[in-house]
């Protein structure tokens, strides 16, 4: 079974960046699907951004992050990346790294589907102030 784990969060203003890390362990399939969600409170979890383990150029972003943020994975460390720039206020919640076997999601709709994913992180916190 795969276990995530994320690091990274923290507090920034306004403008400022974050990168975001998720350390994958234990068995793993070659083709798989690794994304990130946020959770705000009181709102749905919604997708970030995805990356495909053998097609690390083919990324998808949710229209609110595109040319903010960068989605990574390095298949050696066996980790994923989210760099965050630009930050918003908007973008506080809790970033939630995800993996599912097998191709992501082909559709412009995945990020209202996390059910999609059947491994999850506990989750790292992100805090931007105005």
């Known amino acids: 079974q795969v276990q995530l784990e994320e690091s990274g969060g923290g507090s920034v203003q306004s403008g400022g960046s974050l990168r975001l890390s998720c350390a994958a362990s234990?068995?793993?399939?070659?083709?798989?699907?690794m994304a990130w969600f946020r959770q705000a409170p009181g709102k749905e979890r919604e997708g970030v951004a995805n990356?495909?383990?053998?097609?690390?150029?083919?990324?998808g972003y949710v229209e609110s992050v595109k040319a903010r943020f960068t989605i990574s994975l390095d298949n050696v460390k066996n980790t994923l990346y989210l760099q965050m720039n630009s930050l918003k206020p908007e973008d506080t919640a809790m970033y939630y790294c995800?993996?599912?076997?097998?191709?992501?999601?082909?559709?412009?709709?995945?990020?209202?589907?996390?059910?999609?994913?059947?491994?999850w992180g506990q989750g790292t916190q992100v805090t931007v102030s105005s």
């Open positions: 995800a993996a599912a076997p097998g191709l992501c999601p082909a559709d412009d709709r995945w990020y209202l589907r996390p059910m999609v994913f059947g491994i």
């Open positions: 234990g068995n793993r399939y070659r083709s798989y699907c």
């Open positions: 990356i495909h383990s053998l097609s690390l150029h083919n990324t």
